[in-house]
């Protein structure tokens, strides 16, 4: 199984660093004000929105490698969550497309979303 | 062989630069968030923006006759990725992209100077100079920079072969990054990179790389696909040129790699 590259310090991601945790509840409202609510997925799914700066060549030809290996958000990699160091075996990029900008020599930037897949 | 051009520093692009890669995964997903997902690998797409300042009357001269001989983004065209290594595979020196010598002996999975196991063990037994080296479709006559890591136990030196030019470089028993740059004077659309050993000499070598530019930087490992796109279009069938003075001109490209086309 494959997993996310880390920066050369050891990290995954940098300051401002998103988490989000998703439920799917519905709710059926009634005419009298009440309701129901039911679970639509058996538990919680989490996506990291990582956004990298300041990255040197080598860091970014290793996420544009992990890109191209995983095909896009085909291929499935285990994260580890850096707020707590959960190990999450089935996740995906949550898109298609990856961009890198180059400011500069070791000023290089990109973002990448991963999305925890349902097992 | 139409290909784009070079600076006249011998660099492809300037800074900024900005690549996007584009896939296409097909995905089923049921009402409980389960999915099936199907690559497409055939679509994908890579994009490159670049921008050129300060240009001198040669090179754009270069640029807007390759942009008229493709007529816009009607032909192809051979793209050396200024942000990649150009050759394929590089840490497994054992896939059919590179060529070795018949007796030269190969060991994987050596500890490398980046703290990982990808470099190779290189033996040559013989009584003569074995060679192990990889083709890539690019013109020749362009400014390359091919740069390896390389040590040895029992050897000083390991050659280093760039097109038709062979390099020594000294190496000892830590590792040692050696390059060897320059423009050659061969007008082929095609040329090798590798090392050559001496005759009974067993060299660690990894992280070799090819960059068509005067100078090597950071490494960048590659799997299946080097830097090299040969099927590269313009995007679009507008070229604007910027002169602000005599020979100072600047422009902005962005150049497309389509698997299926």
Known sequence: MASFPTLKTGAVMQYPAKRTLKFNTNVIRFLDGTEQRYREEPSVLHQWTIQLDLLDEAELAALDQFFVSSQGQFGSFSFTDPWDGTVYPNCSLAANTYEFGLQEEMRGKASVIVSENRS | ?261
């Open chain 2, 1 to 261: 062989m139409l290909y784009f051009p070079q600076l006249s520093s011998g660099a492809t692009g300037q800074f900024p630069m900005q690549r996007q890669r584009t896939a296409r995964t097909v995905v089923n997903r049921s009402i409980q968030d389960y999915t099936v997902k199907l690559a497409d690998p055939g679509a994908a797409v890579t994009q490159w923006n670049l921008s050129f300042n300060e240009m001198s009357d040669q090179e754009l001269a270069a640029l807007e006759a390759l942009f008229q001989a493709v007529e816009g983004r009607l032909t192809p065209f051979t793209f050396l990725d200024p942000c990649d290594n150009l050759l394929a595979w590089s840490e497994q020196q054992d896939q059919p992209v590179w060529q070795a010598d018949p007796l030269l002996t190969l060991t994987a999975n050596i500890s490398d100077p980046l703290g990982g196991t990808g470099a190779f063990q290189l033996t040559n037994p013989s009584g003569a100079t074995l060679l192990l080296q990889q083709s890539i479709a690019a013109p020749a006559s362009l400014n390359y920079c091919l740069s390896v890591y390389a040590r040895s136990n029992s050897s000083a030196r390991v050659w280093l072969v760039r097109g038709t030019e062979t390099n020594a470089g000294s190496i000892s028993t830590g590792w040692t990054r050696l390059t060897s740059a320059g423009q050659l004077e061969s007008s082929g659309d095609s040329l090798s990179f590798g090392v050559a050993l001496d005759p009974g000499s067993t060299v660690d070598v990894f992280g070799m790389q090819v960059e068509a530019q005067p100078a090597a930087s950071l490494y960048k490992k590659t799997a299946e696909n080097g830097g090299v796109y040969s099927n590269v279009r313009f995007r679009d069938d507008t070229l604007v040129i910027t002169t602000i003075g005599p020979g100072r001109h600047s422009s902005k490209v962005s150049l497309v790699n389509v698997e299926h086309l």
